[in-house]
């Protein structure tokens, strides 16, 4: 059986990864992924914490996760599209083209 110390400290690395992602790349496919593995790694730690405590509250927040993920991935992916059409960049210093 599995501790749930090892799935936190999955989640906890799996965080990690994603946080110097985002930080390091100029990429912006390769951010939206590294918020994507955040938020996955946040699930993997309520879903954790619920197995634990045996309530079903952490595995319905989860399920909250994954929608603000979904429409976190939609928006972003638009506006993705939008760049790439005006400067044919997806580089992270080319994104204020798209200001005002």
Sequence with gaps: MINPVHLMALG???????????????????IFMSIELMLNAVNLNLVAFS?????????????????VAAAEA??????????????????ADEARILKW
């Design 74 to 91: 939609a928006t972003g992916l638009a506006i993705l599209i939008a760049l790439y059409r005006i400067s044919r960049a997806v580089n």
């Design 12 to 30: 906890a690395a799996l965080f990690c990864i994603g946080m110097l992602g985002f930080l390091i790349r100029r990429n912006l496919i390769v």
């Design 51 to 67: 197995n634990q405590f045996q309530s079903a509250h952490g595995q319905v927040f989860a399920v909250f996760v994954i929608t």
